[in-house]
């Protein structure tokens, strides 16, 4: 490609990559005055609804979609103490009605545990409601006080999926717990988009949960970001909003829930995992726009390359595929620098010399490869090429993350090594140590090596395998028994 067409190099400062597309590939304007809330383009805003057609298509098999109040009563909110403990600071309030101070101040929910239990507790009556699977895509609202960033960090995540189920044991609710990250997996695939997943450690697990499980990505600049997480519950929520079932025998039980949920940083994922200096490169999968068809057209002949353009773009429309004719008054360098930019996986050219040998030409996104197709083949090809690229841009990705996954000796990171080793871990995409579960073991490593612990390896480098793969030795910090975690710097 030529040089002028590029833009940033992503590698070098993804920061100023990632917002340079955001706003060139219209998917999100930051101009909003309000920190950490910003406006989804409408082009954004399909890709947004593509993937988040995938997420619900895939939660249906299970669960049913519900929608439940924005507003949560203060003492809702406050009444299970650990989870309140995590949010307290993240709580935007709502304290009047024009004028008027509301007798209960209420909270722009952060999460809706505390709106959604109240209400299970009056639907869940038997064993027969159980299990109780519902799930929500609404915005939450967290006053974050990190650096906040489009799509990664929000102060309004508009498109929070959060999944909340009750069942009649903890077996039942562990059970929902590996079916959800079944699910996940089963989604992030489709994006394309490598992950690891952790258990993540006792302090930093979700507020009033027993444990927490995570999905972790890589970003260009080797930072993780954390895309997915799923939590057991067991029944502190249930004894909080006492939440009851009439049990087989007659007896009155807790139940046993699960929570688990995705935000718009799988948009965030998308954009960045694939995207490189020309601009978007969307998964065939996700992409609003899958074939961008442009004629090029210099002479007589342009009525002629009309027509032909327009019924491959009929033909494949029929076909299902997302296609787009660009009859547009622009010269054709101007539209492969604006569908490039967008990430558009194939473009269709059909010139006058085409046109005559009856054929046309496509050009791959993903590494801007050319290849010549008969006119009668469009349709077959079309499809064919769009999966080649999906799998090939799914490939490309792992082998950047998987690169990018090291394991450390078993000798101990932050004792034996030296300054320049250290500089070297901390550089690096993901860590894997041995470290005790220990707090204070886990926040030595995090100030040390100025990383954050993600937490035990469930799935990792050596894929399902990990766990098997020598998954104990001796804590790098006390040298107690340990189990295998990963460490990154995390966004
Ligand atoms: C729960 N309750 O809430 P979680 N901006 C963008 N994405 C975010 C932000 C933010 N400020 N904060 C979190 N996320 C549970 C599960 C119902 C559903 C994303 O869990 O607090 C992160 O990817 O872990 C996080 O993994 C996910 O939302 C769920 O949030």
Not at 45 to 63: A, F, V, W
Not at 250 to 279: D, F, L, M, W
Request: with cysteine.
């Amino acid at each position: 490609m030529k040089k002028e067409e590029t833009i940033l190099q992503k590698g070098n400062n993804f920061s100023e990559w990632y917002n340079e597309i955001l706003k060139r590939a219209e998917i999100l304007d930051v101009r909003y005055p309000v920190k950490g809330v910003y406006v989804w383009y409408p082009y954004g805003y399909k890709l947004r609804n593509l993937i988040y057609t995938i997420l619900r298509s895939l939660m249906d098999k299970e669960h049913e979609e519900a929608q439940f109040p924005l507003l949560i009563p203060k003492d809702e909110l406050m009444k299970e103490k650990e989870h309140i403990k995590g949010f307290e600071e993240e709580v935007f309030w709502v304290t009047k009605g024009g004028s008027t101070e509301l007798d209960v101040p209420l909270a722009l929910r952060p999460t809706s545990e505390t709106a959604i239990y109240p209400v299970f507790k009056v639907w869940i009556r038997s064993h027969r409601d159980l299990p109780l699977r519902i799930y929500q895509i609404v915005n939450t609202f967290r006053y974050e006080t990190k650096h906040t960033r489009p799509l990664i960090r929000l102060r309004e995540i508009t498109s929070f999926k959060e999944a909340h189920t009750a069942h009649a044991s903890q077996m039942d609710a562990v059970e929902q717990i590996k079916k959800a990250v079944a699910l996940y997996k089963n989604f992030f695939d489709l994006l394309a988009i490598p992950y690891v997943i952790t258990r993540r450690p006792e302090w930093d697990k979700f507020p009033g949960a027993e444990y927490s499980i995570a999905f972790d990505t890589l970003m260009p600049d080797g930072k993780t970001m954390q895309i997915a997480t799923i939590h057991l519950l067991g029944e502190s929520f249930a004894r909080t909003f006492d939440i009851k079932y009439e049990d087989k025998d007659g007896s009155p039980k807790y139940v046993n829930q699960t929570c688990y949920g995705i935000s718009e940083r799988c948009v965030a994922a998308v954009i960045s995992v694939h995207g490189e200096e020309h601009g978007l490169v969307l998964p065939p999968e996700v992409a609003p726009i899958q074939v961008v068809i442009v004629p090029i057209v210099y002479s007589s002949e342009g009525a002629e390359v009309e027509k032909v353009c327009f019924a491959v773009y009929e033909e494949l429309k029929r076909a299902g595929v997302r296609v787009f004719f660009d009859n547009s008054d622009e010269r054709p360098g101007a539209k492969y620098y604006k569908w490039e930019m967008k990430g558009v996986p194939l473009r269709i050219e059909v010139g006058p010399r085409d046109v005559r040998n009856n054929r046309c030409e496509f050009i791959k996104r993903n590494d801007f490869t050319r290849m010549q197709v008969p006119l009668g083949d469009v349709v077959p090809e079309v499809k064919e090429t769009l999966k080649a690229i999906q799998d090939c841009v799914h490939e490309r990705a792992k082998e950047t993350f998987f690169a990018n996954i090291y394991k450390s000796g078993d000798s101990g990171v932050g004792k034996d090594k030296s300054e320049g080793e250290m500089e070297e871990l901390r550089r690096r995409g993901i860590v894997s140590i041995f470290l005790c579960e220990s707090e204070r073991c886990g926040r030595e490593v995090e100030e040390r090596l100025g990383v954050n612990v993600l937490g035990e390896v469930i799935y990792g480098a050596g894929g399902e395998n990990e766990e098997k793969e020598k998954s104990e030795g001796k804590c790098m910090i006390c040298s107690r028994k340990a189990k295998r975690v990963y460490i990154a710097r995390a966004y």
